[in-house]
């Protein structure tokens, strides 16, 4: 699979390379088999192949709904009662598009990111970004996430153990369901594929972090032969929850 830059001006090279681009793009390629990736004022966007002359996709913060209270983002989602209510800092290790980091940082947390596909990166630091210049979702979301493109487990068992929480939330097979996936679902599919070694990864921040929270679909099978110590549900998702020292909550 090839990714086909397109900068709207020729300016726009220095983004690109800031966004770490440059060395997985190419500049031309066939639009029924490749995805296009536009630079241009607005930020940056993805179209899947045979979707060239369709809006471009971009991750975007900025509608995302912040209301206190019973919503979205409060600390009484069962998100919150999964990585601690009284949690500070949290590591997101498999960070996708950012919809739970988001949600993490409208809660409050501050949200270290992980995330190991270039273009899925890029799609996330550039919404981040541009979030950053928000009168609103720069304090709320912008500023308490911070992005590196980087493999989980190069991080190393002493850089989990300075979290309060540790945070994974593996690809998971598509669902045999007749409805389609959302849009941004469909991509993050297309681009980060499955996750093959996502055992091994929840066992290595199971061995080391204080408290690990993996997200599954809720009738997924038990994600470790262990028990979680604890089980967090919402209507479609379960959170399994392990901890390593009682000082967690
Ligand atoms: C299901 S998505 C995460 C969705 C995310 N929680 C959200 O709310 O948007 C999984 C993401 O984790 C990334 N990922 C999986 N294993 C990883 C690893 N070992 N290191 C870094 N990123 C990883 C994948 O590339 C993919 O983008």
């Known amino acids: 699979m090839k990714f086909v830059l397109s900068l709207a001006e020729p300016k726009q090279k220095h983004r690109a390379e800031e966004l770490l681009l440059t060395n997985h793009c190419v500049f031309e390629g066939n639009p029924s088999l490749d995805a296009k990736l536009t630079l241009d004022e607005f930020g940056l966007g993805i179209h899947e192949p045979n979707m060239w002359n369709q809006p471009a996709f971009y991750v975007d913060f900025t509608s995302m709904d912040i209301r206190t209270g019973a919503g979205n983002i409060s600390r009484k989602q069962p998100l919150a009662r999964a990585v601690g209510r009284q949690s500070e800092k ?16 409208g ?4 949200v270290d990111a992980r995330e190991r596909h270039p273009i899925v990166y890029a799609l996330l630091q550039d919404a981040l970004d541009r979030t950053a210049q928000h009168p609103v979702y720069a304090e709320i979301v912008a500023e308490r996430i911070r992005l590196q493109h980087q493999e989980a487990n190069s991080v190393g068992p002493s850089f989990l153990r300075a979290f309060d929480a540790v945070y994974v939330d593996p690809m998971y097979p598509p669902k045999k369901s007749k409805a389609a996936p959302p ?13 093959l070694d996502q055992d091994d990864l929840i066992r290595w921040v199971r061995t080391h972090a204080k408290r690990t929270v993996v997200k599954r679909p809720r009738q997924a099978p038990p994600t470790l032969e262990e028990a979680p110590h604890h089980q967090v549900e919402s209507k479609l998702v379960r959170w399994d929850v392990w901890l390593n020292q009682s000082s967690s909550t």
């Open 107 to 110: 809660m409050g947390y501050l």
């Open 183 to 195: 849009r941004r679902a469909q991509i993050l599919q297309y681009l980060a594929g499955k996750d």
């Open 90 to 105: 949290i590591l997101d290790l498999t960070a996708g598009f950012g919809s739970d980091a988001s949600l993490l940082a």
